[in-house]
């Protein structure tokens, strides 16, 4: 009797402490599922061009660029950085 107790006891445990494993797993294939492709593809151009934006921050910084070259390339990124935003938001329109 103790050693079915035991057993119960131990699988009741398993499937509690492994909960948040399982619920994870639902999520991430349902986010995955839902997920427009199209925004996903913008989203990392996004972080890309945000990444250039702050690259070429630190280029100016350590004087890898002058004042004029950098503005000249701070302009057209950011520029590039708007039209990726405005893409963004006119997806989630349609799909919000």
Same mark, same amino acid.
């Given at each position: 009797?103790?050693?079915?107790?035991?057993?119960?006891?131990? +699988?009741?445990?398993?499937?509690?402490?492994?909960?948040?494993?399982?619920?994870?797993?639902?999520?991430?294939? +349902?986010?995955?599922?839902?997920?427009?492709?199209?925004?996903?593809?913008?989203?990392?151009?996004?972080?890309?061009?945000?990444?250039?934006?702050?690259?070429?921050?630190?280029?100016?910084?350590? *004087?890898?660029?002058?004042?004029?070259?950098?503005?000249? +390339?701070?302009?057209?990124?950011?520029?590039?950085?708007?039209?990726?935003?405005?893409?963004?938001?006119?997806?989630? *329109?349609?799909? *919000?």
């Amino acid at each position: 009797m103790e050693v079915v107790v035991a057993v119960i006891l131990i +699988a009741v445990l398993a499937w509690f402490v492994s909960a948040p494993l399982r619920r994870r797993a639902d999520d991430d294939r +349902a986010s995955a599922e839902l997920e427009d492709p199209q925004i996903a593809d913008l989203e990392a151009r996004k972080e890309a061009k945000y990444r250039q934006i702050r690259d070429a921050e630190f280029d100016r910084a350590q *004087g890898k660029l002058s004042e004029e070259d950098w503005r000249r +390339a701070d302009a057209e990124l950011r520029r590039e950085a708007i039209e990726i935003l405005k893409e963004l938001d006119r997806l989630r *329109g349609q799909t *919000g």
